[in-house]
């Protein structure tokens, strides 16, 4: 009876502890994952340099100090958009270590890093003009470099890290309807969301799906959130 008695709260302190720190580390990632949408919406929406302008147009644009800052602020917002993820997609494998799908784990964590990296690349290209302009004081590049640097940041957004993006979303979602380890629906929410940004992705117009991306991620927030505390 005396041991009993000694056990008991010892056990329910450490499961209280236990039940605690996984509630605290399922609150962290509900804000990052909304953290995530509004960076990664900003960082589109903050900067539209204009397409398909003339040469007249184009330089006017980008002589304005205004869109040189709106640059700069892209850059800071991918930045903190890559950050995030990685630490959403790190809680993800953390929840899902006693499952099954460890493969199918594994393929996001390794997609939602390429992912962040290419937005990192896509960061520096959205900040390099303003940066080199209005901190290092040096002359505005000519119309073909800044042709060329637009073109490969839409290029990079709309393929390679939209592609990275679609097949995280795509991993994540099989690892939740097949695990459970939240609600189904946002499962099912993933698989279309993920579907449509590969499909966009594949005709190198994924940029037009990043507001399937930030719906995702809210629906992922909600579903961490509501996500009973492990006993």
């Not at 340099?49 to 644009?61: E, F, G, N, Q």
């Not at 190198?204 to 909600?222: E, N, R």
Request: net charge positive.
């Amino acid at each position: 009876m005396k041991t009993t008695t000694a056990t008991t709260p010892a056990t329910t302190t450490a499961t209280t502890r236990t039940a605690t720190t996984r509630t605290s580390a399922a609150k962290v990632a509900s804000a990052a994952s909304i953290l995530f949408a509004v960076a990664f919406f900003w960082t589109v929406a903050s900067v539209d340099v204009p397409h398909k302008a003339s040469d007249a147009k184009l330089l006017d644009w980008w002589q304005q100090s205004s869109n040189q800052l709106s640059g700069i602020v892209s850059q800071y917002c991918a930045i903190a958009a890559a950050v995030l993820f990685v630490v959403l997609i790190n809680y993800f494998r953390a929840l899902t270590t006693k499952t099954a799908a460890t493969q199918w784990t594994a393929f996001a964590r390794s997609m939602g890093l390429v992912f962040s990296t290419t937005l990192l690349v896509s960061a520096a290209l959205r900040g390099v003009i303003g940066h080199m302009v209005n901190v290092d004081g040096e002359p505005l590049p000519g119309l073909e470099v800044l042709r060329y640097s637009t073109a490969l940041n839409y290029d990079l957004i709309g393929s390679v890290t939209m592609t990275a993006l679609g097949l995280t979303i795509l991993s994540v979602s099989i690892v939740i309807v097949r695990t459970l380890v939240l609600a189904k629906w946002v499962g099912y929410v993933g698989l279309v969301c993920s579907a449509i940004i590969l499909v966009a992705s594949a005709a190198m117009m994924g940029q037009f799906t990043i507001i399937l991306s930030l719906l995702w991620s809210l629906c992922l927030s909600v579903a961490i959130w509501r996500q009973p505390a492990a006993s």
